[in-house]
């Protein structure tokens, strides 16, 4: 699903376009009324999580009179495609950027080089591997806490002891890695009384890889199944509707709030759903954007800000997105408060 980024030289000379051809963009970007400020919202590829990004950037278009904006989700999980797409989108006059990073190892050689032309950045969704991020912040899902929750609601809806799979995203994404210690985290706490007799990666690329691989895990393991988490969203999908339909009295947790997990946890097949915010990420992405554009700094470069993650059940699975909304109003009073320096 990720491929290695386009080389430094390469990059090197795209960004050059995008340099030499606003060459005074550090100068006029110091500080940008809102309505001088075009923010670009970049996924690394096509996938459902991202949706919600398109309503919530108009929203924030509108509430900070923001100069215009644009979502390109790329056409394929490619960091050199994305590369092409943030130098496509600066040369239309783009100066704000929310990324979703294709190579978490390497996204920070494209932060670096796109901050030294003057452009402000937010990695969304997704921090950059390892302990720097060359973006001015990082709003993301904290997947490892997300995941624990999940892996816990997982073991109490089994009754506390069984067998336990974890089906995931890509091998080679940080956030995996992350995913799988909380995970792992949670059994751990169990003393031996959970086994984790598998954890399937590299599922999320589609929905049709997920069906296939949960089928294939069904038929060689069905039987030996308590319990299902996944952390990755067409797997969630997947293994729902596949345990639904075999009629297995597996627990399964999902993660985020597709409408056929939601109706799932209403008729109690799906025992929960650990539930991100998207829509925060774009709201409130762009907002610090804007800010940031307009003269603020952060407090701290390279600020790591959990978006929040929410355990839904079916006795919030009707409220629960008042509480997503709450999160969601408590960070932008926090960038405002504890982030950002504005004089």
């Known amino acids: 699903m990720r491929t290695p980024p386009l080389t430094v030289a390469v990059l090197a000379i795209a960004l050059c376009v995008v340099g030499c051809t606003r060459n ?3 100068s006029d970007q110091s500080k940008l009324a809102p309505g001088q400020v075009k923010v670009a919202l970049v996924p690394g590829g096509p996938h459902p999580y991202f949706q919600p990004w398109k309503n919530a950037m108009q929203q924030a278009k509108t509430d ?5 904006v644009t979502f390109n989700e790329t056409s394929a999980w490619n960091q050199t495609t994305q590369n092409s797409v943030l130098k496509s989108l600066a040369a239309q006059g783009f100066n704000a950027f929310g990324v979703f990073g294709v190579s978490p190892d390497t996204i920070n050689s494209t932060f670096g080089d796109l901050r030294k032309q003057g452009f402000h950045l937010a ?3 997704s921090c950059p591997a390892g302990d720097t991020d060359n973006a001015d912040f990082c709003l993301a899902t904290d997947v490892r806490q997300a995941a624990y929750k999940a892996a816990k609601s997982a073991i109490e809806a089994m009754g506390g002891a069984g067998n336990l799979v974890h089906l995931t995203g890509n091998k080679t994404d940080s956030n995996t890695t ?3 210690q909380g995970v792992q985290q949670a059994i751990d706490e169990t003393g031996g009384k959970v086994k984790l007799i598998q954890t399937v990666t590299d599922i999320d690329t589609d929905l049709q890889t997920a069906q296939k691989a949960v089928a294939d895990l069904i038929a060689a393991k069905g039987s030996q199944i308590n319990g299902i988490v996944t952390t990755a969203y067409n797997p969630a999908v997947a293994s729902a509707a596949a345990v639904k339909a075999a009629g297995l009295p597996v627990k399964v947790v999902a993660i985020d709030d597709d409408p056929t997990i939601l109706d799932d946890i209403k008729d109690g097949s799906v025992a929960a759903s650990v539930v991100q915010n998207p829509v925060g990420q774009a709201y409130i992405g ?4 804007s800010k940031l554009a307009g003269g603020c700094t952060m407090k701290t470069s390279g600020q790591v800000i959990d978006s929040g993650s929410f355990v839904v059940t079916e006795d919030n699975v009707d409220t629960y997105d008042t509480q997503r909304q709450q999160q969601t ?3 932008r009073k926090d960038f405002d408060d504890k982030y950002l320096i504005c004089s």
């Open 24 to 26: 005074t963009v550090h």
């Open 64 to 68: 900070f009179k923001l100069g215009d």
């Open 123 to 125: 990695s969304l969704g």
């Open 178 to 180: 992350r995913r799988i």
């Open 286 to 289: 762009s907002y610090a954007l």
């Open 329 to 331: 109003s408590q960070l």
